[in-house]
């Protein structure tokens, strides 16, 4: 059964609707390559991706290790190559106002971001820059 079903608006965009909870999702293409840039962009999404997968692993753990993640919060950068046009790298930026004090719960934190299932899933070309400031 399909998780996700899209369709073609014209001018470089998109719709894409979650089937389950009928979310729905523009993409336009970026103002530096012919579109708009109205919209996340088909590689912002996965660049946010990351970010998102790393934080709901994150909060696994922690519900895991009863922690709070209150006051967490992340930047993400794309970094695009010209030729060929790709994702070169992304770069997560944590901030967390009131980090635990446990290196230890720390440490399965940051674990658990970096081996989430984007960040497996993603081609080892495309560099994986994750700050913790915290």
């Not at 946010?48 to 790393?54: E, T, Y």
């Not at 696994?60 to 209150?70: G, H, K, T």
Request: aromatic share 6%.
């Amino acid at each position: 059964m399909p998780t996700i079903k899209s369709s073609y608006l014209g001018n470089l965009r998109t719709e894409m609707e979650h089937l389950q909870s009928m979310t729905r999702v523009l993409t336009d293409a970026p103002v530096d390559n012919n579109g708009k840039g109205e919209a996340f962009s088909p590689t912002d999404l996965v660049a946010a991706a990351l970010g998102s997968c790393m934080v709901t692993i994150m909060g696994i753990v922690a519900e895991r290790e009863s922690v709070s993640l209150d006051s967490l919060s992340w930047e993400i950068t794309k970094v695009m190559s010209a030729n060929p046009r790709k994702i070169e790298e992304i770069i997560v930026d944590f901030s967390w106002e009131k980090p635990l004090q446990d290196e230890k719960i720390i440490q399965k934190l940051k674990n658990a971001a970096k081996t989430c299932p984007v960040a497996l899933s993603l081609d080892p070309a495309i560099k994986q820059t994750v700050n913790f400031n915290f």
